[in-house]
């Protein structure tokens, strides 16, 4: 199989990113990407670069749930207590599980998201992992427009 050439991987990245060929032409400098689609070298390099994306989006939502349903609301609390907090004070506080405040005269009312769901949204995630959403999508388009255009 041949190796790729910088801007092939460069229009592979660009392709992956945007799921468009304009785009990873643009990218990358390719003259005709929809030719580079045809290639098996290009399709499993596309594949590759997708296995990696969804892995670090599940990872990062996965992150994301374990902070909402465990994390630590101690700033928040905190912030219930101070009169008149300054941005400094305020830039260096973690707010990430906190869905709403409110100030109200004399009084703040602060929302938290919910632990529960998160945790049972993490679980779902956990047990239905599928790795090639994002690349199957792509190969799906490639392979109607590969019917059009006789690849």
Known sequence: MKKLTKKEKAFCVGFINSGDISEAQAYSGVKD????????????????????????????????????????????????????????????????????IRRKENAVEIKFYDRIKALSQLSENTAHESGNSIYDAIMASVQKRGDSDGC
Do not use: Q
């Open 33 to 100: 990407g929809g030719a580079l689609l045809c290639r098996e070298e290009i399709r499993d390099e596309l594949k590759r670069l997708s296995r990696v994306y969804n892995e670090s989006v599940a990872y990062t939502a996965s992150a994301g749930l374990k902070k909402l349903a465990m994390g630590d609301i101690s700033d928040a609390v905190r912030l219930l207590y101070e009169d008149n907090p300054d941005s400094e004070t305020l830039r260096n506080m973690d707010f990430f599980m906190v869905s709403e």
